[in-house]
């Protein structure tokens, strides 16, 4: 180990894995990482203003980072946060109300439209080829439709 290391007061090892935790959560975001660092950092803090061994460090970081991660587990269930763009990765479901072109029949409910420059997979009743169709409702990756 180096001597840099071993040599490192517990209080400074703990506030730069707390740096480092939270700034893990922007090259890997999903909200939970950052709490894991506001706990050890809180550690950092502690360990510098009481005297604790390594030991009791590790049982503070572990109840604060209980604490940190149920916190805000309860908080955001409370408090969701709410899309701008709830239909943002569901393309399918961003085209309901959309009017289409049938690029193959439907027969035996499937067919294929025409969406934008490629064709999408589309279930309704027996309809020809060519006829307009309205998007009212996405399954996966078929589009429901009915005659326009």
């Not at 894995?17 to 939970?32: D, N, R, S, T």
């Not at 950092?44 to 203003?49: E, I, N, R, S």
């Not at 572990?62 to 805000?72: E, N, P, Q, R, T």
Request: aromatic residues 8%; proline residues 6%; hydrophobic residues 55%.
């Amino acid at each position: 180990m180096p001597d840099w290391l071993s040599n490192m007061s517990p209080h400074w090892a703990w506030l730069t894995i707390g740096v480092l935790l939270c700034a893990a959560e922007i090259v890997a975001p999903g909200f939970f990482l950052v709490w894991l660092g506001v706990a050890a950092i809180a550690t950092g803090v502690l360990a510098f203003l009481l005297p604790v061994g390594v030991p009791m460090q590790l049982g503070i970081f572990a109840v604060l980072a209980f604490i940190a991660l149920y916190g805000a587990r309860r908080w955001l269930k409370a408090n969701p946060i709410e899309s701008t763009d709830p239909l943002l990765n569901q393309r399918g479901g961003r085209l309901v109300g959309e009017v289409l072109t049938l690029v193959t029949a439907i027969e035996n409910g499937r067919g294929r439209a025409k969406v934008g420059d490629g064709e999408w997979p589309v279930r309704g009743p027996d309809t020809a080829a060519g006829t307009r169709v309205r998007v009212i409702s996405a399954d996966g990756g078929v589009l429901v439709v009915e005659v326009a």
